[in-house]
């Protein structure tokens, strides 16, 4: 009989504190599709009934390491970084990217975040995703060669050499691509060994994810278009008039020449 009372009376204690947990709640967005180098906010918000609820302690938490915390009094814990700040207001904590960057995404780096309070502990979990992208890329002739640089590429890329239709990167022309990583970004380098008069080179990255171009850049020899600019130029003061003076200044002559014949 005592037995029976005591297992009643663990029941019931358990079943109190699983109710009582349920009343706190936190609601995060499981997953967030983020645009590389933009701005993303991860938002926890603490649901559950107001009367009565006390926060101890609510924080962001990435690999067992607090980005950011607010006390019972609802101040925020500072940190030392300048990628992101959080801001707090009404049981909501929000973690905020400046520049979303790969290092930060991923299944296997997810955002937890935590909750303490007088009506129990709590937590729940999101992910970031981040698109493929290139910030910046260039193309130049250097030395003789065409060239081209794209900067913050993520998650990888391909070069693919282009002359007119023609395209190079068939394994035809000879060219030397390399990579270097940088703070969780990628740097890819490449030039040709080639040398065409005619129309621009074309380099173009294609993503390893998703199989499409994402950057793509004219290289054209300087000397060359210097040539398309001077016959450019030409072609528009020809349009204009311009070079075509000498019947002007004959018929002027003309004129002058009878006026002093009438004199």
Known sequence: MEYTALHKLLWLLNAFTLTTQELVKLNVSPKITAECGKQVTLNCDVSSSPNGLSIKHMAWIQNQTS???VDEEGKIK??????????YKHGQLSLIFKRVRPLESGNSKPYTCKLQSNRGASNAKTIVVVQECCWSFEGVWNEGHPTCTFRHVYPDGD???FHGSHNLSDGSVKQHTTKQV?????TIHSYLEHNLSGVPYNCSLKSTASGRYIASSLVENPDLHAQRVRAQVHTTRARNGVGSQRPMWTFFFVLISLAL???
């Open 159 to 161: 070069v693919h050499w």
């Open 261 to 263: 014949t009438q004199n």
């Open 67 to 69: 980005l950011c915390s």
């Open 182 to 186: 940088d703070n969780g970004w990628l």
């Open 78 to 87: 500072p940190h030392s970084r300048t990628d992101f700040h959080c801001e």
